[in-house]
């Protein structure tokens, strides 16, 4: 059972606001926008020795998005089960846990280069990464009250930038110096002192509430009715919320885009638009630049309203429709642009419009979520959003290979998920609705609290 400072959120002030988060959230955060970093590292490496290895191997390009594809196999089910786990279980731990095990699934591929053993490590990287992005949301969301919420999950999304601004650049050193085993053992003692580090800093923040808590607003010894215990709603009836759906088919097409991206591009900037496979590296984090300028101005744009009391409606879904609806048009125009600086340009800024839809669709899930049931639902949200990674890696590579060149395989595939992203983007206009589904899903979890005090 959590103590009552970790299960009971500060006091509003006197103007009816939230506190301001403390140091030691901004230092928590810090270490998991870093946790998230790695994680997406990761998932980056196979983009920057995709290459290397086709030619060292003998693989086709079906074969390496099959093998970008095959991380995702058990993502989704890990990411489901493990957010069930963080609803009973301290985060901290999970995500040290997480951690040391990404490390020490680099060495196979190191000791024993095979294709076969490429496949079955890039399968259990992805299980020991599937919880990560929630159980990561779920950590900041800890120490931050709901309207406050989706800037600590910008950064947070913003790990997959920094990964490929800052860490694919250098993975792409280290492999172009020692080789591509030297990438995977870089990641495994990155891993490692990440776990160290966390052991000093990780800590539950004032917000986290799970199952067997006291649900109680008064302070010890006040004379009011003894606490039960948290209350849970059957999970259908948070799943089947249109807010639910419409964020996660919203995000379903942004995800396949990423995951896409982060194995092929930049095969894309070299085989398809001939720039040089060490440029192609460096250029590997000008999407993700991107992705941080659109995530954060509009998070900034959005907090800023918010202050101004407009409705989530309008700050979070107005907000996201109108970046896929733009990033939609801009990558599905890809087929039709010749001029290589052109293309990257074009798909540098679709792709960062689409990025802004991540952690606004988190926030609208943290939103409708009950806060003892946030690890739960954010865990099957994201693990069913992430199936999409199952799928478009192995699309692009097929694509390719049966394209009559490269660049014409790699464009119509981007124009593909343009659609895709465009569709997506009208869908979250026409389903997501967070106050209204968030007040239908409090007033299911107050009848079963009314029933549960009743039965007691």
Known sequence: MSSPATSL???????????RPSVRAWSVTAMIVMFATINWADKALIGVVAQPLKEELGLTSAQIGFAGSAFFFLFSISGAAVGLIGDRVQIRWILFILAGIWGLIQFPLVIAGTFAVLLVTRIALGAAEGPATAMANTGVFQWFPPEKRAFPSALVTSGSSLAKIA????????????????????????????????????????????????????????????????VRLPLRDILLTKSFIGALIGTFTVYGLVSA?????????????????????????????????????????????????????????????????????????????????????????????????????????????????????????????????????VLVGILVDRAPDPLSGYSLAYQIFGVSILVGGLVVLLLVHPAQDATRVQAKLTAREAAAEADT
């Open 9 to 19: 959120p500060p006091k509003p002030t006197e103007t009816g606001r939230s506190p």
């Open 167 to 230: 860490a694919a650049p250098i993975l792409a050193l280290i492999v172009a110096a020692w080789g591509w085993h030297a990438g995977f053992l870089t990641m495994a003692m990155v891993s490692f002192i990440w776990c160290g580090v966390w052991l000093l800093v990780g800590k539950e923040g004032p917000y986290a509430r799970r199952a067997g808590d006291a649900d109680t607003d008064s302070a010890p010894g006040d004379d009011e009715t003894p606490p039960h215990q948290l």
């Open 261 to 393: 991206s982060i194995t092929w591009i930049p095969s894309y900037f070299e085989a398809g638009l001939g720039y040089s496979r060490l440029s192609s590296g460096f250029m590997f984090g000008l999407p993700s630049i991107a992705a941080l300028v659109m995530m954060f101005t509009s998070t900034f744009v959005t907090d800023r309203l918010a202050h101004r009391n407009f409705t989530t409606r309008v700050t979070r879904v107005w907000t996201t429709t109108a970046f896929l609806v733009i990033g939609g048009i801009a990558l599905a125009c890809l087929p039709f642009i010749g001029v290589p600086v052109t293309v990257v340009a074009v798909l540098v800024f679709g792709y960062g419009c689409a990025s802004v839809a991540l952690p606004m669709m988190n926030a609208v899930v943290s939103q409708i979520a009950p806060a003892h049931q946030l690890s739960s639902t954010l865990g099957i949200f994201l693990a069913v959003q992430n199936l999409s990674g199952l799928i478009a890696p």
